[in-house]
């Protein structure tokens, strides 16, 4: 695993219904069976297969955040930095665990880590059909700016949304590129 986030160590929360252990962190190389199994969970079209995860978790310009319970990963997001701007690859919680607020604080991390690593915006491509993910990221702030017909290989139209990030003055420790990479 690569240097933890000071911040996301903070979200060690022992109190909620995700159990004492619970906690966000850095995913890397040993965590692709469960991202795997995460995938086939919460997707029915167009999951990441093996390779492709593997590619995320080896990416310079990625960051995988996962969510580990102690005994397996309920949740995780990834971050692909595009110039000045984090693109959200994916966000997933397993059925088991959701509507507790898990991918609010995952993406609230996401937005810090892309603030820390100095990005002006955070952007992401969703399905037009996927209201349950459309409306957690307009509760977070994030507005359409597009919509993409056939965007998805199984034909679906996507909505392009983004949300503006301020700028913050972190250290040196947590703003550095080498702190985000996952392996
Ligand atoms: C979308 C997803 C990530 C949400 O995860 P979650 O941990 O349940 O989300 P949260 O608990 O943080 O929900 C925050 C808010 O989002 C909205 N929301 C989340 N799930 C919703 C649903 N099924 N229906 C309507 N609104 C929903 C609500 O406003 C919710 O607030 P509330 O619970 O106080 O009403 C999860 O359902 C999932 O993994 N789905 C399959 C994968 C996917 O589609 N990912 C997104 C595309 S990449």
Redesign the pocket.
Known sequence: MGLDYPFALSERDKTDARGPAALLRLGDLRDLGDLVRIEVA??REGRFQRGQLRWILRNPHAVVLVEDTGRSLS?VVMLLFESRVCRVL????VPS????????KMMRTAERVAQARGCSGIRLE?STR????I??YR?LGYKVDGHLPAYYSWGDDAYSMSKPLEAVHTSSAVSSGAAASPS
């Open positions: 919460c997707f949740g994916s966000v997933a919680v665990q959701r509507r507790h607020g898990l991918a609010t969703v996927n209201l349950a993910a409306e957690l509760t």
